[in-house]
């Protein structure tokens, strides 16, 4: 029997994009295993979005060297956004000889071909493709993110940030059709699954590829529309593309999460057209006073880049300001990282680890107090979650917002199931809940 270990890297998409690798080496007669030392294939399906992420990568790509020594017959292989950066080609040819397989991130489909090549000839491959191609519809799927299930609406993206790699990596915008989209959605739905969350660089850019009138308030209208009893959720959204059409969909639909994860990413007008974001924070504002007022049981969440190049303490204190002022439910603070190939990698003006680090933390350590008191006011409130396992003596669940809840009753519930709970207390972050009929 042979076995298969894949290491992952990075956002939401490259867990996706782990799941396709995986029904790969499962229709090959791999089996699952997460022993480095018992797995006769190993993947390292990579990310390249900050610096510290990818030198963890090489790092452990090095490490499983002396397993390759110990048994030779062992296949490493290495995809995804950081095999695409240029110059990494060349840079596992030289350095990273124990790796057999490199491949990018337009060619993940071929990775079955890779290797039955590399079985039959024991030659390395080295297969990056420079140009983005046709969207792969038969690509083998192994789910592994229990009641979700991600779905690609779209790849690529068009928009150039300043601070970002992945339009390098990842291509130009290129739009799956609404009937494929529908089609494996409905699949899903049928097989149980009661979370289908949609991934793009930008999914409000959706269907701008087209020639009609394609987009993603539409497609949400029509996933809506299915029969089953699920939520659709979907990640991440552009400011500059959310649309008023969108907002009343995640609105009135209700299929649709109330959670909308926007990225900020600065609260700085300045900071922003540095970092070419097309908007400014009054327009951002506008967009979560729209939400607000029109979204019942509203969750947002955003992602904001400290240490941007030039950023000053008043820019930071304009973020810092933001997040009090729009009280956001979660926060992902990231510390600006140089990335080869970026206009803002160029830039003048560098800011100090030390005041990154500060800043981050301060910013980190108010989101948690905005969450706390956030979760102190969810007490006595009536919420649905979704029941997805049982211990001994009580239910584990999550809200629409993530939040993980613990559901004490006698009742018997079906798993996967939504229920409406009552939030009786909170214990250590998470919700202690009773079950409302």
Known sequence: MKHYLIKTYGCQMNVHESEK????????GYNETNNAEQADIIVFNTCCIRDSAEQKVLGNIGAVKKLKKQNPNLIIAVCGCMAQENGRKELFQEKYKHVNIVFGTHNLHNFKEYILNFEKSKKNIYDIWEKEVEINENVEMYRTSNNNAWVNIMYGCNNFCTYCIVPYVRGRERSR????????VKTLVNEGYKTITLLGQN????????????NFAKLLRTLCSLKGDFKIKFMTSHPKDLTDEVINVIAT?????????????????????????????????????KIKQQVPNYFISTDIIVGFPTETEEDFMATYNLVKEVNYGGVFGFIYSKRTGTIAEKMDGQVSD?????????????????????????????????????TEN???????????????????????????????????NKLICSLVK
Request: hydrophobic residues 35%.
């Open 253 to 289: 639909e209700p299929k649709m999460s109330k959670v909308i994860h926007l990225p900020v990413q600065s609260g700085s007008n300045r900071i922003l057209k540095l970092m070419n974001r097309n908007y400014t924070v009054e327009h951002y504002l506008e967009l979560i006073k």
């Open 21 to 28: 690798l995986a029904g790969m080496l499962k229709s090959l």
């Open 177 to 184: 059709t609404i009937e494929d989209i529908t089609a494996e």
């Open 354 to 390: 030390e005041i990154k680090h500060d800043r981050v933390n301060r910013l980190l350590k108010l989101s948690k107090q905005i969450i706390k008191e956030q979760n102190l006011a969810l007490v006595g409130t009536v919420n649905e979650a979704l029941v997805e396992s049982k």
């Open 203 to 214: 999914v409000n850019s959706y269907g701008n590829d087209f020639s009609d009138e394609t």
């Open 394 to 428: 009580e239910y584990l669940a999550t809200l629409d917002n993530g939040k993980n809840v613990i559901l004490q009753t006698s009742e018997n519930i079906k798993i996967p199931s939504f229920v409406n709970v009552r939030v009786n207390s909170i214990d250590r």
